[in-house]
């Protein structure tokens, strides 16, 4: 039987139920609608009811401060372990929407980046099958780390990152290798040193044969696999020196400083550096002990003295 139920009669067991995610319970509030909403299933107890399927849409419907009743399904249960048997059966072949699934819902709908993800994968020679399975050389099915780049960089960047990946035609283009071509063309450490159609020339050529090296390196060091074939693959890739630093320009003095001398001293200063150019420059030694005779140096002549 279907009804509406008011939200302060029906709580949840806990000897069954799941912990209640907050974050998820704030998040669904936050965005509340009846179109999305659809019945919860509740089994009568006492004088209420327990929620055996929807308890996170319950509790974002308790939230809502116009919400009182909500939809319900009314099954019955004799006690305790039927309640918990109902709750297996709604949830055991249960199967999540998956990420690629929710992509096509969104693009059907015209909401989210879907549109603008499917476009750029496109540009670059992408395609996102709906149907995986045989995949051809650049298909992917990872549009969750598609729409992250969409999010996080201008479409000119994002445009280099996916045609850098697509001259390696992997069946599929998975999440590591996204991951892979954004680090080694964003991190300090290597983007200086490589350039995007280098990088792509060197996944054209090795392809998916560094993948052991890259497992062994990820292994070995305690990384993630995209961290280990971003460093096989920048092992590879032809380097490039980083353009030099400018010159520091020479510090000059300001003319109008000049302004700040009198011109009396100026002038003298002038006459002393000209005289000082116009005497020869003497021996010092040669003037205290004279000069030393012939066939002598002036070193004997101390040694001498």
Not at 92 to 101: D, F, I, P, T, Y
Not at 197 to 223: C, M, Q, Y
Not at 265 to 293: F, H, I, L, Y
Request: charged share 25%; hydrophobic share 40%.
């Amino acid at each position: 039987m279907l009804d509406w139920i008011e939200t302060d009669r029906i709580a949840v067991d806990p000897l069954y139920q799941r912990p209640l995610d907050e974050q998820r319970v704030n998040a669904m509030a936050k965005a509340f609608t009846w179109r999305s909403f659809g019945a919860i299933v509740v089994v009568p107890s006492g004088d209420g009811y327990h929620v055996t399927d929807g308890q996170h849409r319950l509790e974002a419907a308790k939230l809502h401060p116009k919400v009182t009743h909500v939809p319900a399904v009314i099954v019955q249960a004799d006690d305790i372990a039927q309640e918990a048997s109902i709750f297996v059966d709604v949830n055991k072949n249960r199967k999540n929407v998956s990420a690629l699934e929710l992509f096509f819902a969104e693009l059907a709908a015209g909401t989210g980046s879907a549109a603008e993800t499917l476009r750029l994968s496109s540009h670059a020679g992408i395609r996102i099958p709906k149907f995986p399975g045989n995949f051809k050389p650049n298909d992917t099915i990872a549009v969750g780390e598609l729409q992250k780049l969409i999010a996080g960089y201008v479409e000119s960047r994002v445009v280099e990152f996916l045609t850098t990946v697509a001259a390696g035609g992997f069946r599929p283009i998975t999440a590591n290798h996204l991951k892979a071509v954004e680090h080694l063309l964003t991190d300090r450490e290597f983007a200086p040193h490589i350039a995007a159609e280098d990088l792509a020339h060197t996944i054209k050529a090795v392809g998916t044969s560094l993948d052991k090296e890259a497992r062994r390196f990820a292994a070995t060091h305690g990384v993630t696999f995209w961290k280990g074939l971003a460093s096989t693959w920048f092992q590879k890739c032809k380097k490039r020196r980083p353009a030099a630093s400018p010159a520091p320009a020479a510090k000059t003095i300001p003319s109008k400083l000049g302004s700040l001398v009198r011109p009396e001293m100026a002038q003298r200063a002038a006459e002393m550096a000209a005289r000082q150019s116009s005497q020869p420059k003497t021996n010092v030694t040669s003037s205290v002990m004279g000069d030393p005779a012939p066939g002598r140096s002036a070193l004997d002549q101390r040694r001498a003295s």
